[in-house]
């Protein structure tokens, strides 16, 4: 079945960082990538998504680009802020496959002053 | 507008109990989907629904749990006989259609099993 495998955290910044979360994944035919955000004491919100290979997401500053290839769509910012500081997950969308989410572990980031 | 509220946001049961865990929907969105999110882990798909039907239910564990969404708007995801092991936050999403790409969360319920 579909699977999502991201970085283990937490992963630790200092302010103005690059940071890069790495997820891969697998699947059948050709699913949907998402990354979404969960700041402390609230819920999942979308951060981007790609729905084909080669696009890229982009949305606050953060980009992911699909690659087929490598079956990967990490997560990249070029200069992280405390407020960036939260849970952030992979997922997987397959048509092919119902249309649940298939989401990785999560990767906490914390970003200091 | 409103977005996905779920009701309780705690609910602590002891082992052996029943417990109903609700869900109201976005105005107008006709699919609905049930996560399970255990403490350090990504969200696990439980069941969906396509207006008042079960469209696929093959992430319920057991079946103690079942979910029902009777006229197609608010659902209510129930768990007979609780067991510490169902301690999770119990997650919610809408969509305008079925689709893995417009889900919109609610703020989950916290379950805790004593």
């Known amino acids: 079945g579909d699977s999502v495998t991201q970085m283990e955290g937490p992963v630790t910044l200092s302010e103005e960082a690059f940071l890069t979360i790495n997820c891969t994944y697998t699947?059948?035919?050709?699913?949907?990538l998402f990354w979404y955000v969960q700041y402390p004491g609230e819920g999942l919100q979308l951060l981007l998504k790609?729905?084909?290979?080669?696009d890229k997401g982009s949305n606050k500053g953060f980009e992911a680009t699909y690659r087929k290839e490598t079956t990967s769509f990490h997560l990249e910012k070029g200069s992280v802020q405390v407020s960036d500081s939260a849970v952030y997950f992979c997922?997987?969308?397959?048509?092919?496959?119902?249309?649940?989410?298939?989401f990785g572990g999560g990767t906490r980031l914390m970003v200091k002053p | 507008g409103a977005g996905v509220s779920q009701t309780p946001s705690n609910k602590v049961t002891e082992k052996g109990k029943y417990v109903e865990l609700r869900c109201d929907p976005i105005?107008?969105?006709?699919?609905l989907y049930w996560y399970r999110q255990s403490l350090g882990q990504g969200p696990e798909f439980l069941i969906y629904?396509?207006?008042?039907?079960?469209?696929?239910d093959s992430g319920l564990p057991n079946d103690r749990f079942f979910a029902v969404r009777p006229e197609g708007s608010v659902s209510t995801l129930k768990i007979q006989r609780t067991e510490r092991g169902d301690s999770a936050v119990y997650l919610c999403?809408?969509?305008?259609?079925?689709?893995?790409?417009?889900?919109?969360f609610g703020p989950g319920t916290r379950l805790t099993v004593l």
């Open positions: 999403a809408s969509s305008l259609r079925a689709s893995p790409n417009e889900q919109f």
């Open positions: 699947a059948t035919g050709y699913p949907s």
């Open positions: 790609a729905t084909k290979a080669d």
């Open positions: 997922a997987l969308g397959n048509n092919n496959a119902g249309n649940m989410l298939t």
């Open positions: 105005s107008g969105h006709t699919a």
């Open positions: 629904f396509q207006g008042t039907g079960a469209a696929d």
